[in-house]
């Protein structure tokens, strides 16, 4: 849980002090004046939707930092009964496609950058392609750990391996949907590359998140 | 793009045709503030209900039988989830933060208003499963508002089959709809405020309200991530939480889980939570009180930054709700500390309103009167919480009525009587009506003096070790018969108080035809919430321009100044020079 503190006390330290600090010193009630003077110092050169996403992260952050730590917690207090998992092989190929999926992603995104529009759907289409086959390939390990045996009830190692497979994949398939609707939207006529370039990008930021979180799960699996 | 920009932005606003489009599928940050208020209310009713039976059959044992013995614990747990969560939580983000952030910010509505369409409507999914735990076999979970494991899904307890499964369920829900609903309201304090509303020109109530949705959006993922550990125990046969229980002499099913790690992700979900209801009640009866005394808010700055101190201290605090779980003497003493740390910035915000209030032009209006109040209660709850912020104190009284009436007078009924407060203070601009003075006066002074009669002597009873939870207390022999006596007297005193809150809903009904109307500023109050063109706002709120800020929100009672209060959108007057109104010299 010392985790969780440390995780919890920068987090919201990193977000106020960041956004905020700099503002925080000005002297309101000295300044009637003109907003022009103001809008300098205070403008944010984002679009909502992008610092929308980024407070998205920020709970998800939370949510994954939280369940990390029930996971530590949870083998620190176990009384005996924590057996370590086999991780299924298979992991180590479904990382690789969430790797190249999330390059794609990043491929359509430079694209998007230059305007070449059909680069962008081929990138798009394959990084989607890829996280698809990464899915099914989580899918087909919990096939081959239920299939020898092993249940959520047998061990808690189990059960957490198959409740944060679960929730990254639950977060992957909200991703998905954001990808289906840019695909869609791509492939209606008359629909400016300038249109979908910001899905495009936030799609990426997403991604290249998932995969950090990942990582860190995956790591954490191999690692206990 | 500066971000004026996008507040500025001329894209359609989906004029709304139809009464369902208006009122219903509503994406309208007004409309579905009251949604939410209303909602959020209605089902606090529902948990005052169940307080007014709890208290017969605690004040008038031998009379009523309403609650059985096994009842008893589905009435506490509902009544205090409901109102922490489903009532406070939602009608201060969902009903005060969706109507004052975007008219506060002068905004024309929140930066993603379908979303915010889709939190009301998931809110009200989160509500109806709640209240369809009341009608499955076994009725709802009786495992206390707190749902701590093992016994909360062991047979045994009431509703440890379904009851607890839709408890969950629904708290998981409440959750997506409450981050649909923050994502909101931070995005569009950090990016659709007008031109000139720097950060340190926003009004207090903003502050409050922004830093509570920062809070809840990182703490309620602990609830989430505790309630799917929780069912997965409860459905799927894991161990995340329970240990080995031989339960009603069955063989153990579970083996290894730690309930402690349960109470961990709880209470660093509950106590942020504390601060989530506090926070905004905090901002609010700042405004009240500058509004309402004319004058501008004392140590703004101090105030803001005591906001956001007290947001990052709260996630540092959790364990102070489990010295009784027992813990490393280490543990408990670094947590005995920043709880008591904490307590300095929210005495700094308490002496601000007190010198706010000194050598003010007092104008003990309703708002005012809720507001006043507020500080005397908020006071009174705060200090019996430094008691209870140290191990040594906590341990004896954590289980009696001591803590009862601590945290109602803190977190109860200080956040309600701000609600009411905000309520009288804002009711005209939502309805364009006022509400009536005089049942508000008797509103008040029942509702206050009442609470008093129903909560201080808890204190008397808890010190005397009277245990709380109990649906009976028999023959116990340390509990003198008088007991007995304060029990009714709170009993009575807590069925004034309920009825009164009938003529407040009275009131509230009454006079949004029949009240005065109320024209568009009838406070004088410097905020842009009452300089919108429209009373009630039309959507968009601001007719073709956005407002213009030019100030900070609590120029009132400027010296040289034609009127005691100049409102945010008022330009610099070159015959008042900057600062010197407030003894500055320039």
Redesign the interface.
Known sequence: ?SL??AF??L???V??WG??AR?????????????ED??A?????????K??LW??L??IT??FG??IS?YW??ME??????TPLAVPRLLWLNTALLILSSAGMQWARGAARRAQADRVRVALIAAGVLAWAFLAGQLVAWRQLSASGYF??NS?AI?FFY?LTG?HGLHLLGGLFVWGKTVVRMAQAGVELLDVALSVELCTVYWHYLLLVWLVLFALLLST | MAYVAIADRDHALHDPQTFITKYIWSQDHKVIAIQYAITAIGIGLVALGMSVLMRLQLGFPHFFSIIAPNNYYQFITMHGMIMVIYLLTALFLGGFGNYLIPLMCGARDMVFPYMNMVSYWVYLVAVLVLVAAFFVPGGPTGAGWTLYPPQAVLPGTPGATWGIILMLLSLAIFIVAFTMGGLNYVTTVLQARCRGMTLLRMPLSVWGIFMATVLGLLAFPALLVSAVMMTLDSVAGTSFFLPAVVSMGQPPTHSGGSPLLFQHLFWFFGHPEVYIVALPAFGIVSDLLSTHARRHIFGYRMMVWAILAIGCLSFVVWAHHMYVSGMNPYFGFFFATTTLIIAVPTAIKVYNWVLTLWRGDIHLTVPMLFAIGFIFTFVNGGLTGLFLGNVTVDVPLSATYFVVAHFHMVMGVSPILVVFGAIYHWYPKITGRMLNDTLGRIHFWLTFLGTYAIYLPMHYLGIMGVPRRYYAFGGTNFIPPSAQWANTAITISALFVAAVQLVFLFNLIWSLSKGKPAGSNPWRATTLEWQTPDTPPKHGNWGARLPVVYRWAYDYSVPGAKEDFIPQNQPPDARIPAGLEHGIKP
């Open positions: 849980m969780a503190v919890g006390a987090l919201a330290g977000v106020v956004l905020l503002r925080l010193t000005a002297k309101p009630w000295e300044t009637p004046g003109s907003p103001l809008a110092g205070s403008a944010v050169s984002l679009p909502p939707a610092i929308g407070i998205l920020a709970v939370s949510l939280l369940f029930a917690m949870r207090h176990a009384h005996g009964d924590w959520m009830a808690p059960a409740l929730v």
